[in-house]
């Protein structure tokens, strides 16, 4: 074989390699665009709703969808911060929540709410998140919006008291959870005031 010939086949070569290297690298991106789709085609029927801002924020932060059960926890997590930090009892309640939200132990979302309660995330996750069940409680049905924002309510205020008063009797919440609550309840556009005297009033009655 001429030198010619050697130098035609190794350009043959190389260009052969240089588009074989492409060619998977495009066919990575797609593989990789598709699992990006998959992933937010799961977090949003997980939600039920198909805002593409939201689920971007989510994953921003985050999420994903062996986590994306957690979302309406992390109001629970953040009020349990809101004092010096999460008792035993507040870690427990949560969790007991995070089992009815069929958060299975060991899991990755397990894990995932553990690292939470050990270590406080950021305010700005906490704002994100919160803007994030805004959008899926206005997904709801109209006639469904305010019972599925005050059942996020109602479990972060029993977080928030369920360290306080003998034997766990007693309207004992600080002043910071009292002012967290009515930001959560903001947030979802609750009137927390009118919520929380009715719920004194029944747990004292």
């Given at each position: 074989?001429?030198?010619?010939?050697?130098?035609?086949?190794?350009?043959?070569?190389?260009?052969?390699?240089?588009?074989?290297?492409?060619?998977?690298?495009?066919?990575?991106?797609?593989?990789?665009?598709?699992?990006e789709a998959a992933e937010r085609k799961s977090m949003g029927d997980?939600?039920?709703?198909?805002?593409?801002?939201?689920?971007?924020?989510?994953?921003?932060?985050?999420?994903?969808?062996?986590?994306?059960?957690?979302?309406?926890?992390?109001?629970?997590?953040?009020?349990?911060?809101?004092?010096?930090?999460?008792?035993?009892k507040e870690r427990k309640a949560i969790v007991d929540v995070a089992?009815?939200?069929?958060?299975?132990?060991?899991?990755?979302?397990?894990?995932?709410?553990?690292?939470?309660?050990?270590?406080?995330?950021?305010?700005?996750?906490?704002?994100?998140?919160?803007?994030?069940?805004?959008?899926?409680?206005?997904?709801?049905?109209?006639?469904?919006?305010?019972?599925?924002?005050?059942?996020?309510?109602?479990?972060?205020?029993?977080?928030?008291?369920?360290?306080?008063?003998?034997?766990?009797?007693?309207?004992?919440?600080?002043?910071?959870?009292?002012?967290?609550?009515?930001?959560?309840?903001?947030?979802?556009?609750?009137?927390?005031?009118?919520?929380?005297?009715?719920?004194?009033?029944?747990?004292?009655?």
């Amino acid at each position: 074989m001429s030198g010619k010939d050697v130098s035609e086949t190794l350009r043959r070569a190389n260009e052969e390699s240089y588009f074989s290297k492409r060619e998977n690298e495009l066919i990575e991106k797609m593989r990789q665009k598709a699992a990006e789709a998959a992933e937010r085609k799961s977090m949003g029927d997980t939600l039920g709703i198909a805002d593409e801002e939201v689920i971007s924020e989510l994953i921003e932060i985050g999420f994903t969808r062996e986590t994306i059960a957690l979302l309406h926890l992390t109001p629970l997590v953040q009020v349990a911060w809101a004092s010096d930090g999460v008792s035993t009892k507040e870690r427990k309640a949560i969790v007991d929540v995070a089992r009815l939200h069929h958060v299975k132990p060991g899991s990755e979302a397990d894990r995932q709410l553990a690292e939470w309660l050990d270590v406080r995330p950021s305010d700005e996750f906490f704002a994100r998140s919160i803007r994030a069940i805004r959008a899926f409680v206005s997904a709801l049905p109209a006639d469904e919006r305010q019972s599925g924002a005050m059942s996020i309510i109602d479990c972060c205020t029993a977080v928030a008291r369920v360290s306080g008063g003998i034997l766990g009797f007693g309207w004992k919440v600080s002043d910071a959870e009292r002012e967290l609550l009515g930001q959560v309840a903001e947030a979802l556009k609750l009137n927390y005031k009118d919520e929380a005297e009715a719920l004194e009033a029944k747990l004292n009655s």
